[in-house]
């Protein structure tokens, strides 16, 4: 329906929708359910080879499903497709899906979301790979493939024209079946040639992008890679002398506000502002962590789970925990790093965790840290991403 104003057709009110839906991997299963957290309703389940670990596209129209003891990845269409007008967003959703095109090389384990394109990382392969969505969503491949010198369990991410790409240690002599240690971070241009000198990073390991800076975890501190005139350029932040000895290892990215929240070992956490002149500040936590999330709606807000079962929020901008309530029953840091512990997503109001002892999904309001309702799921739910939000239909 239409209304004319002066001789013009203006388009009606649109209407408005919102939808969430949930990506959840087994523990030990090969599958991955997909779930309507409107009413809890499986949507989808998708067989894979094995244990799962799950990857959003920046857009949400994917999610990556990357299997690394099985050398393969899979790629579910979400459903959920959001389109910019500037002054509202519309929201389509259509079917989900498994798409039909699969990638495979030695161990894939990090896959880093970045604009239109992912970028898998082949730990024992040698090589990184940068893949087109919008072919994917079309059933076909457009992938440009990075040489990262030694297989590693490494990372690449693309800055401009440039890929950031871990350095391993060629010189050092590793046990069959073992991974030389990483020493560094270099940038390449995509004909793979290296551009500027490497930079030091000890141990070097997660990843994160805020705005327009990459931050990674390093034994000696966080190195912030910044777009410059003649290539990416490099700093290292140095952890504070004052600081517990320790590092980070897991960083997340600021969305609406340029900023880091990375562990620091198993009980704290840090915040770090690259720009400022003391650009760490360091949040102790009473138990071990278990995971963590920023939440990209409230940028104020994080999420850290502890293994005591207590959800705390941290206001970002304070540094404090400003709240906690107990949402699952302990789950203790000791034994495998795989074993079934709970895992988090943000959708809208919700803070979702997975429960795989209780095989549950937890919705737990943002502002009460009430349970709101829970959605049963088979198996151990493990891995988990939110894909959703509201907009307009017209």
């Excluded at 079917?95 to 699969?102: A, D, H, Q, R, S």
Aim: glycine fraction near 8%; aromatic fraction near 6%; proline fraction near 6%.
């Amino acid at each position: 329906m239409s209304v004319a104003v002066a001789g013009i057709m203006a388009p009606a009110v649109a209407d408005e929708q919102t939808a969430w839906r949930l990506f959840v991997a087994d523990h030990t299963k090969p599958v991955v359910h997909a779930i309507d957290m409107n009413d809890g309703r499986e949507i989808g389940k998708f067989d894979v080879k094995g244990w799962t670990n799950l990857a959003p596209s920046a857009s949400g129209k994917t999610v990556f499903a990357a299997q690394p003891d099985f050398d393969m990845v899979n790629v579910i269409a979400t459903g959920i497709d959001f389109s910019d007008h500037g002054d509202h967003r519309d929201l389509s959703v259509s079917e989900t899906k498994l798409l039909p095109v699969t990638f495979e090389g030695p161990r894939p384990y990090h896959v880093v979301a970045h604009d239109d394109h992912l970028i898998l990382f082949y730990d024992r392969g040698g090589k990184a790979e940068i893949i087109d969505e919008a072919a994917l969503l079309e059933g076909q491949k457009e992938v440009t493939s990075i040489d990262t010198t030694k297989p590693h369990h490494g990372v690449a991410v693309t800055m401009g024209n440039h890929v950031l790409v871990s350095v391993p240690n060629t010189e050092v002599e590793v046990n069959e079946g073992e991974l030389p240690p990483r020493i560094g971070l270099r940038a390449v241009d995509r004909e793979g040639h290296q551009v500027g000198d490497i930079a030091a990073c000890t141990d070097l390991h997660g990843e994160a992008t805020s705005a327009r800076i990459v931050a990674f975890g390093c034994k000696e501190g966080i190195l912030v890679a910044s777009p410059g005139k003649d290539g990416p350029e490099f700093k290292m932040l140095p952890y504070p002398d004052a600081f517990p000895k320790a590092h980070s290892g897991t960083l997340l990215g600021g969305k609406a506000m340029q900023f880091f929240l990375a562990n620091y070992g198993e009980d704290k956490v840090i915040l770090i502002d690259a720009e400022a002149a003391q650009p760490f500040r360091l949040v102790e936590l009473p138990t071990r962590r278990v995971d963590f999330i920023l939440d990209p709606a409230k940028a104020r807000n994080a999420y850290i789970l502890t293994e005591d079962g207590d959800l705390h929020v941290l206001d970002v901008i304070t540094g404090e925990i400003v709240r906690k309530a107990r949402v699952t029953e302990p789950y203790s840091k000791d034994g495998h790093w795989r074993d079934p512990r709970p895992r988090l997503a943000v959708a809208g109001e919700h803070v979702v965790i997975t429960d795989p002892r209780h095989s549950l999904i937890r919705l737990i309001n943002v502002e009460t840290l009430a349970e709101d309702r829970t959605i049963p799921v088979e198996g151990q739910p493990f891995s988990i991403v939110a894909i959703g939000g509201s907009g307009a239909t017209h």
